[in-house]
């Protein structure tokens, strides 16, 4: 057992980065082009009314540009999608380059080859420290059961073993 009183940014990093999660992709359509970023905070909410949410970096560039729009897309991103994840994670380029998407009529953008789709319009934002918790109302679902999810833990991405 490793105990340590440090608080710093890193540490705590460190000691998150030991609980695994999920990765999704939040992407929509801004004036034809897509736009998304990628967040490994994803975390469902309620069933009654249907919510999940996510958490964004308040100095997040690319959260501006989709908070305000009616619809987003969530794609939960599947083991084929490490590099993706990295690429949508990204501060500059294209962060879709060599991914296959579709959106909706609202403009939601959705990935190919995820393992659940989530049209959602945000219900809440919440400011909480250097971050705000983005609660989505859950509007249509999509389940691709082929489609295992890719795990973050430890600062790696991971699969799932069978």
């Not at 608080?7 to 929509?28: K, N, Q, T």
């Not at 909410?45 to 305000?68: A, G, M, Y």
């Not at 993706?84 to 998407?101: C, I, M, P, S, Y």
């Not at 939601?108 to 319009?121: C, K, L, N, P, R």
């Amino acid at each position: 057992m490793n105990t340590n009183s440090n608080l710093s940014p890193a540490a705590l990093r460190e000691a998150f980065g030991h609980f695994p999660s999920g990765v999704i992709a939040i992407a929509a359509e801004v004036d034809g082009e897509r736009v998304g970023l990628a967040a490994s905070t994803f975390v469902p909410v309620s069933l009654e009314p249907p919510l999940v949410s996510f958490s964004v970096q308040n100095t997040s560039t690319t959260w501006p540009k989709l908070k305000d729009l009616p619809k987003l897309g969530i794609s939960v991103l599947g083991e084929s999608h490490d590099a993706a994840a990295k690429t949508l994670a990204a501060k500059t380029g294209d962060r879709f380059a060599g991914l296959e998407t579709t959106s909706t009529e609202g403009g939601a953008v959705f990935i190919h080859g995820t393992s659940v789709w989530i049209e959602t319009a945000i219900d809440q934002l919440v400011l909480a420290g250097d971050h705000t918790i983005v609660v989505l109302r859950v509007e249509d679902i999509t389940v691709h059961d082929d489609i295992a999810p890719i795990v973050f833990h430890r600062s790696a991405f991971r699969r799932l073993g069978t």
